[in-house]
C-alpha cells in the first residue's frame, strides 16, 4: 500500500469588495452567483473528511476488524453528537465543526453527510478483497473530494448531461481517481475503469449517499477488472 501523506488546501484568492470578502477567481453556484470564503471553507472542511477516509484502507492492511470497529465507532460516536446538536445540546469542538461544514441545505437539519462517508467505507471494506475496497474508498476520497474543490472553486461550464455538475469537477474527479487507482494498482485499465464510473456516479444527484454508491460501485467495477 502507499504511504498517503498530509493535504495542504491554501485560500489566498480573496479580496475585499464593498465591506464583503469573496474569491477572485470566477467561483459560481449553478445558478450563477458568486462562491463566498466562508462557502468555500465551509466545502473544505467537508473534503477534509472525505481525505482523512483514505487511511482506512491502510488501518485495513494492518488489522481489517479494528478498521471496521474503528469506523463504527466514528459513526455512532458523531451520529450521538449530532443527535444532541440538533436538539439544541452544543457539543465542544464537534457542534461548531458541523456547523461551519454544513451545507446550506443542511440548515436547520441533522448533518448526514459524515454517517454516509463512514457507512461507505464500511461495506466497501467488508464486501471487497483489500485491492478494490482500497480502489473504492480512494476514488471516494479523493476523486471526490477533489471534485466538489474543483466545482465549487472553479466549476463554470455545466452542461445539462451532467445533471447540475460541472465539467471542472467531474475532470478533478477523473483525474484524481485515476491516479490515484493507478497508485494501488499499477494498472492502467482498471485505473481508466474506476475514473470512469466514480465519475459517472459523481455526477448523480444522490447528494449525501454518493457516500456510499460511489465506492461501492467503484468496488464493483475495480474486482471485475481484476479479473479480466
Known amino acids: 500500500m502507499p504511504t498517503w501523506h498530509g493535504f495542504c488546501y491554501i485560500f ?3 479580496k475585499v469588495f464593498s465591506g464583503k470578502a469573496i474569491f ?9 452567483q458568486t462562491i463566498t470564503l466562508a462557502e468555500a471553507k465551509s466545502e473544505a472542511i467537508r473534503k477534509t ?9 491502510g488501518m485495513a492492511a494492518i488489522n481489517l476488524s479494528l478498521a471496521v470497529v474503528s469506523l463504527f465507532i466514528g459513526v455512532f460516536a458523531y451520529t450521538f453528537m449530532e443527535l444532541l446538536r440538533f436538539s439544541g445540546v452544543k457539543v465542544p469542538v464537534i457542534s461548531s465543526i458541523t456547523r461551519m461544514a454544513s451545507r446550506e441545505r443542511d440548515k436547520g437539519r441533522f448533518v448526514f453527510g459524515p454517517v454516509t462517508l463512514g457507512i461507505g467505507a464500511i461495506l466497501t471494506l467488508m464486501l471487497f478483497p483489500l485491492p478494490a475496497a482500497s480502489a473504492g474508498i480512494f476514488a471516494l476520497a479523493f476523486g471526490d473530494g477533489f471534485a466538489s474543490l ?3 472553486l472553479f466549476g463554470r461550464i455545466r452542461p445539462s448531461f ?5 465539467v471542472e469537477g467531474s475532470a478533478a474527479c477523473f483525474v484524481a481517481t485515476g491516479l490515484s487507482v493507478y497508485l494501488i494498482s499499477q494498472n492502467h485499465m482498471v485505473a481508466l475503469i474506476a475514473a470512469f464510473v466514480a465519475t459517472a456516479v459523481e455526477a448523480l444527484p444522490l447528494e449525501d449517499y454518493d457516500n456510499i454508491v460511489l465506492p461501492l460501485a ?3 467495477a475495480v474486482q471485475w477488472a481484476f479479473l479480466l
Open 49 to 57: 473528511l472525505h481525505f482523512l477516509i483514505a487511511l482506512s484502507p
Open 162 to 166: 451532467l445533471l447540475g455538475k460541472s
Open 24 to 32: 477572485s477567481l470566477p467561483a459560481t453556484h449553478a445558478d450563477g
Open 12 to 14: 489566498d484568492m480573496e
Open 218 to 220: 467503484v468496488g464493483v
Open 150 to 152: 474543483a466545482g465549487r
